[in-house]
């Protein structure tokens, strides 16, 4: 059986004494740096799962505001992946490394997603990125990282480290708590050296997974087709 759900009335952010539920929902997702400033200055440092802004939220927001993204996550559902011409219009690059990439359900996914009216944007939005080699992605079978982890690069030295399980769905599919967490400083130059040996040691997968995408979105217009 599941634990009782926590009580996220006793939940405590350090230093603030008041529910986090409020101190989470004021902070909000108002005020928006210019595109290419990886700022979270106006972000919660803690996310927890059922507070808002959540963690898909907080994502698109940094990924709005940045002009690079390094991404390492075991593995990614394509299903969860909601890209929107806004998020990504200020993004010139874009590197996952992931450890785990199974090509049958990455093609079952895609499949699904150009089937689908609301989610075939995706797809195209993907193959637009991988095709502009705006986005470059490798895996890492025997790497080993834990947890996931982004960062968001901002104009000059500016990043900003999001720690932390990479889920990009409503709801979080356990009942908790899922805790992710916001940080910056020069301590994150330690990170990015971190990355760099996981993208070099990786290898390339971009040519496999633009054919599985370019094949679903070929399916996708097929079905669609009058």
């Not at 996310?47 to 390492?72: E, H, K, M, N, W």
């Not at 992946?81 to 590197?95: D, F, G, K, Q």
């Not at 080699?133 to 500016?158: Q, T």
Request: no cysteine.
């Amino acid at each position: 059986m599941w634990p009782p759900r926590l009580n996220r009335q006793r939940l405590r952010m350090h230093n603030v004494g008041e529910d986090p539920r409020a101190n989470l929902s004021n902070r909000g997702l108002q005020s928006i740096p210019p595109a290419g400033q990886s700022d979270s200055r106006d972000l919660p440092s803690l996310l927890i799962d059922g507070l808002q802004p959540d963690f898909p939220a907080v994502y698109a927001t940094l990924l709005s505001r940045s002009r690079r993204l390094s991404l390492a996550a075991w593995r990614i559902r394509l299903a969860g992946l909601h890209l929107s011409p806004e998020a990504l219009l200020s993004v010139e690059h874009i590197r996952v490394v992931v450890g785990e990439l199974d090509g049958q359900r990455l093609a079952a996914e895609a499949e699904g997603m150009a089937l689908s009216a609301r989610r075939s944007g995706t797809v195209q939005a993907l193959l637009k990125l991988l095709m502009e080699d705006r986005l470059l992605v490798r895996a890492a079978p025997l790497g080993g990282w834990s947890p996931d982890f982004s960062l968001f690069h901002g104009k000059g030295s500016s990043t900003t480290l999001l720690v932390g399980p990479h889920w990009m769905e409503r709801p979080f599919p356990h009942r908790g708590p899922a805790l992710a967490s916001l940080h910056s400083g020069s301590e994150i130059t330690q990170v990015e050296a971190r990355f760099e040996e996981l993208w070099e040691a990786a290898h390339d997968v971009k040519a496999a997974v633009m054919g599985m995408l370019t094949e679903a979105a070929r399916r996708g217009a097929e079905a669609i087709a009058p």
